[in-house]
């Protein structure tokens, strides 16, 4: 527990004890004002006899501590929520904050359903152990004060409720030990069912056409059976914990008022005094619910925290040890020099070595698998290599922060990817002081800015309106008004035009070979090749030619059967 206290509170925008004790202050005074109205309740039974003017002066008193109980309540309500709120707020702003700075090698290896998991739903886990810690405030005063109250007026029905306590909570706490790893396997089973449910939904065109529905909705099935199985034994378990308490409950309060009536018959109490007991026996019970409660939130908690912790404990990109540091204006563009990167054991990039100078135009181009995304991950400083160097416009990467190698990049990925803003903010990310005037400019290089200027917004027109209508080529092409706004010295392009028509696809093609930057474009269609400077030909992660494309064409059968196959396939579609 000391373990996940510390962790909420390096995490709480504030001081979590103080705002903890403040509210349990609120509930303390709460249940102060219940234990008041309910001992007057007796009270007035007691001196009925005395005549109205004595049950109006008692009346009065429950009155007052009513709208004490009410008045506290509330704000003891308000603030466990504000607290809770701001507390998650907090923690999905520093994992935000976590996925922006974290090494990207690290974060591949918790899969991408568990991030999202993690962020959404993960993090809610805290929520019933905050309001389990808020409302124990309440705890001492019904526990502690209403068995005092009870001992002063019986002492024999208190000592006959003192062993009945172990008797409800011990069984409850042991029961509740499993719960922190069921918590675990539901969260992870949760994971994955959303994972595979996300992933039916970006392939479901895929699996129309080739009549896959039978096979993904077994799998969709057996996915969430799991959930539904690991819920079951969770919510079980916590039944188990809950029904036990309540079960002892019911049993006892008869026992309890069998006791009362015989000691009342004996004339040793009164009926004002036996329903006062009864009354204090139901605001303890109200308080060994409150500790009921603990163990099952503290365990989801801690589930959660593990998870979470699992995030924020990755290391953000930092520089190697062992750079060589500036290397002078003298050198070249880019100058990779015998790298080499493994993934789980597995050998991704074997042993590369090039140099492109500055303002040449590379075109890397490999069958699938060959490691040209890999290879472009590793040069814009998202991998770490196993070994080898690499020099960007004289500087060794590993010897600088990686966010000073990006700032020397413009980077296009295959995939594009849209913030849900407008279409202007998202072109500006690239380069955010820029004037409107540059993303016109820009747009009209990536071949997009007549698409944005005929919407009724223009520009400023959000992707939520329109995002379902845009093509994966329009999505594209912002992406490359991207690259043309920020104007880096080095390009890294994946397949940045893969999804254009021929015409459009030749004509940003020949804009980006007509820039005086330094490219490196990943290729698929060969119809371009000769254009390039060189073809940097990638085979099983290694370099298999690198050199203009004639000559490789002379030195490598490889290269000219894949050219033909390229060829051959381009004919046919």
């Not at 989801?300 to 290391?315: D, F, Q």
Request: one cysteine or more; hydrophobic letters at 45%.
């Amino acid at each position: 527990m000391k373990m996940l206290m510390e962790f909420m509170n390096a995490h709480y925008d504030g001081n979590l004890p103080l705002r903890l004790l403040a509210i349990g202050a609120c509930t303390a005074l709460s249940a102060g004002a219940q234990f008041i109205s309910t001992w007057y309740v007796g009270v007035i039974m007691n001196t009925i006899a005395q005549g109205p003017s004595a049950v109006l002066r008692y009346f009065a008193v429950i009155a007052v501590a009513v709208v004490v109980y009410t008045i506290s309540n509330t704000a003891y309500e308000y603030a466990s929520g504000r607290m809770a709120n701001r507390f998650l707020r907090g923690l999905r702003a520093r994992l935000g904050e976590k996925l922006c700075k974290a090494d990207h090698a690290s974060l591949e290896k918790i899969p991408e359903s568990d991030l999202f998991y993690i962020l959404i739903r993960d993090t809610e886990g805290f929520r019933p152990w905050l309001a389990a810690l808020s409302s124990l405030g309440q705890t001492p005063v019904k526990l502690v004060v209403a068995m005092i109250a009870i001992f002063a007026l019986s002492w024999e029905l208190s000592l006959a409720m003192l062993p009945m306590m172990p008797l409800v909570m011990l069984p409850s706490l042991l029961l509740s030990k499993k719960l922190h790893s069921m918590q675990a396997d539901e969260k992870a089973a949760m994971a994955k069912a959303s994972g595979f449910l996300q992933e039916m939904l970006d392939f479901v065109l895929v699996i129309k056409a080739y009549c896959l529905e039978g096979l993904f909705s077994v799998k969709s099935r057996t996915r969430l059976c799991d959930v539904e199985r690991t819920r079951r034994r969770r919510q079980l378990r916590e039944q188990m914990v809950q029904t036990f308490g309540r079960c002892l409950g019911h049993v006892i309060n008869p026992l309890m008022f069998i006791f009362g009536g015989y000691l009342v018959l004996q004339g040793r109490m009164t009926i004002g005094n036996i329903v006062t007991v009864m009354l204090l026996t139901n605001i303890i019970g109200e308080a060994l619910n409150l500790i009921y409660a603990v163990p099952t939130a503290y365990q989801e908690a801690r589930a959660s925290m593990e998870r979470v912790a699992k995030v924020l404990a990755s290391p953000d990109a930092m520089p190697r040890e062992g750079g060589a540091g500036p290397r002078g204006e003298e050198e070249g563009a880019l100058d990779v020099r015998r790298i080499s990167f493994s993934y789980d054991c597995a050998s991704i990039l074997r042993e590369i070595s090039f140099s492109v100078q500055r303002g040449e135009k590379i075109a890397v181009v490999g069958a699938s698998g060959s490691g040209k995304t890999t290879l472009l991950k590793v040069m814009c400083a998202l991998l770490p290599t196993d070994s080898g160097e690499i020099a960007l416009l004289g500087t060794d990467v590993a010897s600088v922060p990686p966010g000073d190698t990006w700032e020397q990049l413009a980077v296009a990925p295959q995939e594009p990817f849209l913030f849900p803003d407008t279409l202007a903010n998202n072109v500006l990310i690239a380069r955010p002081n820029a004037a409107l005037h540059d993303v016109r400019q820009a747009c009209k290089r990536a071949r997009i800015a007549e698409f944005i200027e005929a919407l009724p917004a223009g520009y400023d027109t959000r992707l939520g309106d329109i995002g379902a209508s845009m093509s994966k080529g329009q999505m594209q092409r912002v992406n490359l008004a991207r690259v043309f706004l920020r104007d880096a010295p080095v390009w890294m392009l994946d397949e940045p035009l893969s999804a254009l028509d021929p015409d459009t696809h030749d004509e940003i093609l020949r804009d980006i070979l007509s820039q005086d930057r330094t490219v490196l474009m990943v290729l698929h269609e060969m119809k371009w090749p000769k254009k390039f400077h060189k073809i940097l030909y990638l085979r099983d992660g290694a370099v298999e030619g690198f050199a203009p494309h004639e000559a490789l064409l002379c030195e490598s059968a490889e290269y000219r059967a894949m050219l033909t196959q390229r060829n051959h396939e381009e004919m046919q579609s």
